[in-house]
């Protein structure tokens, strides 16, 4: 069992569920981010944002790896940085078009 956390754009948010699934029933424990319950975008504000940003971070923290959900090979600023961190405490990076 691994522990992962599911890394990419909230756009993808269908697959990251999807994911986060599949993962789960095949035995990992999967840690996903907070989904917007607002169709705006900008549901939060820039403090909130920074927060939720610091909070993931923490979880890819308690992870053995990140599973980076980058449909079409589509990886944005902010999940490029989340790589970053999890590269730099040597976490296990998993992605998803190596999956499929």
């Known amino acids: 069992m691994k522990i992962i956390t599911i890394c990419g754009s909230l756009r993808f948010k269908d697959e990251m569920m999807k994911i986060s699934e599949k993962m789960e029933l095949a035995g990992n424990c999967i ?13 939060y504000t820039e403090d909130e944002a920074l927060m939720l940003d610091k909070m993931h971070k923490e ?42």
């Open 31 to 43: 840690i996903t981010p907070i989904y917007p319950t607002k169709p705006d975008k900008d549901a």
């Open 59 to 100: 979880k890819i923290k308690l992870s053995d790896a990140i599973l980076v959900v980058n449909v079409d090979n589509y990886i944005g600023s902010s999940t490029k940085s989340e790589i970053e961190f999890a590269k730099s405490l040597n976490k296990e990076i998993i992605y998803y078009t190596d999956l499929i």
